[in-house]
């Protein structure tokens, strides 16, 4: 044991950063980001009369729900205000069965 370490810990030619310094690397990171997944859900709530249901659909399932080449289109209000009446009726669809059996 040499210089109060165990053999096994000694690397040939390593150095140990200084403290500021690994301080200042660990402060100087960048936050990591993962890839945009696509995504979609539903939230519903059940009222006492009613229930809503708010859906949350990535621009890429929206896009290729409705045909649209570009799916960074949905970030843009304008596009957005033309297109979110047509996403919704597109969506709604997949409710048919709650809309028909709370109408019974």
Do not use: K, N
């Amino acid at each position: 044991m040499r210089d109060g370490r165990p053999a096994a810990a000694r690397v040939p030619g390593a150095r140990r950063l200084p403290g500021p310094l690994a301080a200042l690397l660990l402060l100087s990171a960048l936050p990591a980001r993962a890839h945009d997944v696509s995504y979609a859900h539903a939230e519903v709530r059940w009222l006492a009369t009613r229930i809503e249901v708010a859906l949350t659909v990535h621009q890429d399932d929206a896009a290729m729900a409705l045909g649209v080449p570009m799916p960074e289109w949905f970030l843009q209000d304008a596009f957005l205000s033309r297109a979110g009446p047509a996403l919704g009726i597109a969506a709604a669809g997949g409710f048919w069965f709650v809309q028909r059996l709370l109408t019974r």
